[in-house]
């Protein structure tokens, strides 16, 4: 079965940083697209970031320059996201996501960020 974890979350200060992990387990092959989404509390889930293969990476226009997706190796199967000068309003579950390129997208419970004021 396959599995995808996230950890990383927590609670942490405005400005400060949290480096989130994402890792599949229970699949043979490479998953070449993962991400990250995010759903605030009340809000609509919303797209992070996401990259393929190693080197292309899409990040929200609303979260460049603060927060950054990379994979170290893509067999591997795990994805991170790094986030840095955090604001309360980054409050959030977030979630992690593999496209094999068929079939559903798969995606992992989720880690929850709290950034107090």
């Known amino acids: 079965q396959v599995q995808l974890v996230e950890s990383g979350g927590g609670l942490v200060q405005s400005g400060g940083s949290l480096r989130l992990s994402c890792a599949a387990s229970g699949i043979e092959f490479a998953i070449n697209t993962m991400g990250w989404y995010r759903q605030a509390p009340g809000k609509e889930r919303e797209f992070v970031a996401t990259?393929?293969?190693?080197?292309?990476?899409?990040h929200a226009d609303s979260l460049k320059g603060r927060f950054t997706i990379s994979r170290d190796n893509v067999k591997n199967n795990t994805v991170y996201l790094e986030m840095n000068t955090l604001k309360p309003e980054d409050t959030a579950v977030y979630y992690c996501y593999g496209d094999r390129g068929w079939g559903p997208l798969l995606w992992g419970k989720g880690t929850l960020v709290s950034v107090s004021s």
């Open positions: 990259i393929t293969g190693r080197t292309k990476a899409i």
